[in-house]
């Protein structure tokens, strides 16, 4: 991951031969007409492939986690802003690879919605208002991209917007490349190639541990699906230097109603934004709610903060609620469970405070190198602050302690999750905090996902001989570790164990 960004641009500026530019309206015109989209309001693609979830990796030099896609259907109504998104997910390889949501048993259906400026997802039979992605944008923003970056999308955005166009020489191949900036202010380049068809769209944001990265969509196998309307039958998209999706597209449906309308509950604005409350769970035991907490644990002169969710706003909040019901102790460390960015989004925050980042001793490397990325989209803290940030690597296990409290970070090595897994435990409170590996399932009965990664830290819990009662999941409603091991019983045998 590390140098692709920069090398992918270095090989295109030298690639190009030949810049001229030149206006925009009749190359779009003429890949509007390749294509049909002047007749297109509404469209829809099915067809199989796999998926990647993007920051979910087993560890740094490893690819996005993949999963095999069986089914996949999107609706889209480009003239309303509505998408409809459902794909059905299974493991892939056997043995798993490794890295979120592995090993997944069965199949797993994911329906992510938009309308316009409202994004939910459907989830059995109710649904939940969407928040942030999978690579920390909003879902609004990274939905309605998702629309632009479709053939018929993308020109559509051009041709709505104030587009500029520029021919290269790319290897002896004459290629129009259109670019535009869309309302919501988000960049997009379209490749246009010798028959003014669409090959690629790409797409840049600005992700909180990887920095400024390029989202892109490729096309081929372009086919007549439907009086003259073409779409492509291959779509693969990339972000972060691997694949988040390959798609081979079997079916396309031009303009059938897409009948999607938000539901009452995502209409709704939300709560005033009730301030962040930490709440104490044992003296000097806080823990700051949310999709992703943190838990700030006191010590005599400072603070140790576990976990830094999803993003700098997110940790703005976070410090500025800990620093408000725990003052005039500074946070010097902050622990990185693991590198997945729905808990390392926040980290640099923290270490634009001056906090030693803990993390597992073979992700330092990594962080180094994705931290060094340009921070051009959206500078933060740290980018801004100019400062070095620190990192202490994990081995094993490491104490903190002083004449108030004992903290130790154990290192559980071969969860399938993630190569560096760390737990947090409170000797004295009999407190155990612990992400990704148990979260407790709101129906009972219900079987959590990847019960061998539960199996597997439950087995490390006895090894070390930690005397837990409590367990603090990052993600999830407090509890035990009896509960966690009940589960883990309960369901061992109806999940596939390699
Ligand atoms: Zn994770």
Known sequence: MKTTVPLVCA???LAATTVRSQDARAPLAAAAAAIGAGNVRSLQFSGWGSDYIFGQAYDGSSPWPRFNVPGMTIAIDYTTSTLRD????????????????????GELRQIWALSGPYAWDIVGSGTAAAAVERDMRSAVEGRTTQIWLTPHGFIKAALAGDAIARVETVRGARKTVIAVTTPMKVKLEGVLNDQNLVER???????????DMKLEAAFSGYKDFAGGVKFPTRIVQRSGGYPILDLTVTDVTVNAPIALEAPSSVRQPPATATALV?????????????????????????????????????????????????????????????????????????????????????NIAYYQQA???????????????????????????????DDARELVVYHYAGNMHNAGMLMVYLPKERILIEADSFTPPANLNEPPTAIANLAHFCDAVDRLRLDVEQVVPIHGRLTTMDEARAVADRFKATQIFR
């Open 11 to 13: 090989i295109a500026i």
């Open 86 to 105: 459902e794909r059905r997910r299974a493991q892939s390889e056997s043995p798993p690879l490794g890295g979120g949501f592995q090993p997944l048993t």
């Open 201 to 211: 769209v790409e797409t840049w944001y600005a992700n909180p541990v990887l920095g």
């Open 278 to 362: 930490p709440e104490s769970i044992s003296p000097g035991i806080w823990i700051v709610p949310g999709g992703a907490k943190s838990v700030a644990v006191e010590f005599r002169d400072h603070l140790i903060v576990v976990d830094a969710p999803e993003n700098e706003s997110r940790s703005v909040a976070v410090i500025e609620a800990i620093k408000k019901s725990i003052p005039a102790k500074p946070i010097r460390y902050v622990i990185n469970t693991h590198s997945h960015f729905d808990h390392s989004g926040g980290l640099r925050t923290y270490a634009a405070e001056g906090a030693t980042v803990v993390t597992h001793a073979g």
């Open 371 to 401: 931290w060094a990325n340009p921070r051009t989209i959206n500078p933060d803290r740290l980018a801004k602050s100019g400062r070095t940030p620190a990192f202490e690597g994990i081995v094993g296990s490491r104490t903190f302690r």
